[in-house]
């Protein structure tokens, strides 16, 4: 089976609890971002995105926060299900390397029953 | 509704094999991606085609070629396979503006003894 993850940041949660998954991104001329869920054996499955001119965006269940001022990106997760147990990337779009997306390595979110 | 379509799920070459790996995508996207994932790192770009009839080399292109066959067809072609080959490659679509909201398709893991 699939591979990927084996060094990444775990965050554990109980079910029913809210996540918060963070991360840190380079470069500061970055125009858009996005947040992905990986499963077990599956591609990444988009969650949300978020524009550089919008600090905050909700979805079902799901806010991402853009934080310019310290390069910081986060996705909370309301109520957390067993479903929700992935990997989760994120990626940013720098304006200067041609809108080409750059993943960060992940985050592995385990839901405890 | 298929979404992207890759083929085949699983491979195994010896090194010095060629193979191809195939993508096909429903949504009438324009630009299509491939990437590479290893373990513990973030999805890497091998080659991307912005519209139909372009391609351009990402962040890793050395050992690869692609084919825009048509709109939805992108392929990805191992002339010569080498054990630093061996990973899960994942195509990719996008609906809007070009590296925005990737849609991914299962992935093909590929092994190179």
């Known amino acids: 089976g699939e591979s990927v993850g084996l060094h990444l940041p775990t965050l554990s949660v109980q079910e029913g609890d809210n996540s918060i998954i963070n991360c840190a991104y380079s470069n500061s001329a970055s125009d858009y971002f996005i947040w992905y869920k990986q499963e077990s054996g599956k591609g990444p499955q988009f969650i949300i995105d978020i524009r550089s001119n919008m600090d905050k965006r909700q979805g079902q269940r799901v806010t991402v926060l853009l934080n310019k001022t310290v390069k910081h990106l986060s996705l909370q997760i309301a109520a957390t299900q067993p479903g929700d147990s992935a990997v989760y990337f994120c990626a940013e779009r720098p304006v200067d390397s041609s809108y080409k997306l750059i993943f960060g390595s992940g985050t592995r979110l385990l839901v405890r029953p | 509704n298929a979404g992207v379509t890759q083929t085949p799920k699983f491979q195994v070459l010896k090194t010095g094999q060629s193979m191809t790996l195939q993508c096909a995508q429903d949504m009438n996207h324009n630009s299509m991606y491939w990437y590479r994932q290893d373990p513990g790192m973030g999805l890497r770009l091998i080659y991307y085609s912005a519209s139909e009839g372009t391609t351009d080399k990402g962040e890793v292109p050395n050992g690869y070629n692609v084919s825009r066959l048509n709109k939805r067809e992108f392929s990805l072609r191992l002339e010569s396979a080498a054990p630093s080959q061996t990973s899960v490659y994942f195509c990719?679509?996008?609906?809007?503006?070009?590296?925005?909201?990737?849609?991914f398709g299962s992935g093909t893991q590929l092994s190179v003894l």
């Open positions: 990719a679509s996008s609906e809007r503006g070009f590296g925005e909201k990737l849609f």
